[in-house]
């Protein structure tokens, strides 16, 4: 029960919704999140720490950058497709996320082709 708790919690937030609306279908890095979703790389740091303290995400570092990818564990894992699925993907301001993140990545993958590093 407290981790169903935990979860809810960390899913009460619009921005932390958008986030795993966009890595769930694949791991993303940060700075990708960052321009899918036109908020500031403290903001989304911030909330991926958050899910990331509930065990809904993962990070992965490769070299500068860090990748995240959705953790859905046996407890979570009913509610969370769900709400994906029938909640956040029929959403249109959620499908408009999803279409800034592919336009993103046909840029390229990582924050070089940003000029950040």
């Given amino acids: 029960m407290r981790r169903l708790v935990s979860t809810i919690k960390a899913l009460s ?11 769930y279908e694949e791991e993303v890095c940060v700075c990708e999140i960052v321009d899918a979703l036109s908020l500031p790389q403290s903001t989304i740091s911030r909330h991926l720490t958050v899910l990331k303290n509930a065990g809904i995400v993962e990070d992965r570092k490769h070299g500068q950058w860090v990748f995240y990818k ?30 800034a993140l592919k336009k993103r990545l046909e840029k390229g993958r990582g924050c070089v082709v940003q000029g950040i590093l």
Avoid at 13 to 23: G, V, Y
Wanted: hydrophobic fraction near 45%; charged fraction near 35%; proline fraction near 2%.
């Fill in 13 to 23: 937030d619009e921005i932390r919704l958008r986030i795993i609306n966009i890595i």
């Fill in 70 to 99: 959705l953790v859905i564990g046996k407890e979570d894992e009913n509610f969370i497709k769900t709400l994906i699925e029938k909640e956040l993907k029929i959403h249109p301001a959620f499908q408009k996320d999803i279409q």
